[in-house]
């Protein structure tokens, strides 16, 4: 059982894991704003996913060799997980978070995204046999009212639809992206060995569909615009490999070491708010009264989904277990 707080003066491993765990969703709430300044600038999408997952990956190799000893086969062993890890956990949703915020405000589409989780719910249902109990299902409700306020669909402003799909493409790569973290136990491949290499497999198959010519890939080496002030292209490539990418995996696989799987997802949430926040103080980004209000309500439908998962496990049928999501352990793996 992790004890949280402190004794004698000195941070006990819940107390670092907490604070492990919101600096991973801190950092992971840049991504955002750094991929839009870019964007901004005249690079397309899949350039910036591509600079992030590659330059990330250069930058995970030597300690992921380290930490594989020359054990190459259990990469053999896990090829399968890894590459579906590396198209549709890694390379697919930050494509579709990019398509996103390059069409809608960078806290529309990440609230959007997070309807991954109520759609993990949803999977494990239909797939699983997994019933969702009254608490999920009554969040599920409240999660779609936010999203039809984050949307204003009541509204007269006119809404951008693709931008909107792309974000509801990658929720789906969300859902994809925590069903398939959730090995646990059953994995072999450290945490930081399996971000390292399915960002290798992110970043081939990005380079591979964009030299076929199926993907736009627009860059430049011009300044960009971020907080008011012209920097340096190297600059937002930087904070989207080093600080979203990089920071954000080796922090969250302490923060899911020292929390546990639950508690460590429940604080990812945070991200949402992080997200906001920074594309408000970065980009001058900030959504309306109404979206504010739908967000709140995202954010509860979200959390009560969440909250009823830290229910004890005792109660639910022994099987679901070893189909639980794990959203913690996606911390460990990277997103």
Known sequence: MTVIGTRAGKVTPGTAGLILAV?????????????TAL?????????AVLARVAVAALILAVPALLRLRGQWVMLRRGAGRVTAYGLLAVAAPQLCYFEAVARIPVGVAVLLEYLGVVLVVGWLWLRHGQRPRRLTITGGAVAIAGLAMVLNLAGSAGIN??????????????????LLSAGGAEEPLPPLVMTWAGMCVGAAALAAVAGAGALPMNAGTGDVRVLGHQVSWIVPVLGLSLVAAVISYVTGIGAARRLGARLASFVSMSEVLFAIAFAWLLLGQLPTPAQF???ALILAGVTMVRFDELRPASRRPAR??????????SQATGR
């Open 161 to 178: 639809l693709a931008g909107v799909m792309w974000a509801l493409l990658g929720a789906v790569g969300l859902a994809t992206f925590f």
């Open 23 to 35: 600096v991973s969703a801190a950092t992971f709430g840049t991504s955002g704003t750094f991929a």
């Open 320 to 329: 679901a277990t070893a189909h639980q999501p794990g959203l913690a352990q």
């Open 39 to 47: 964007i901004g600038s005249g690079w397309s999408p899949g350039a």
């Open 293 to 295: 209000a739908g967000g």
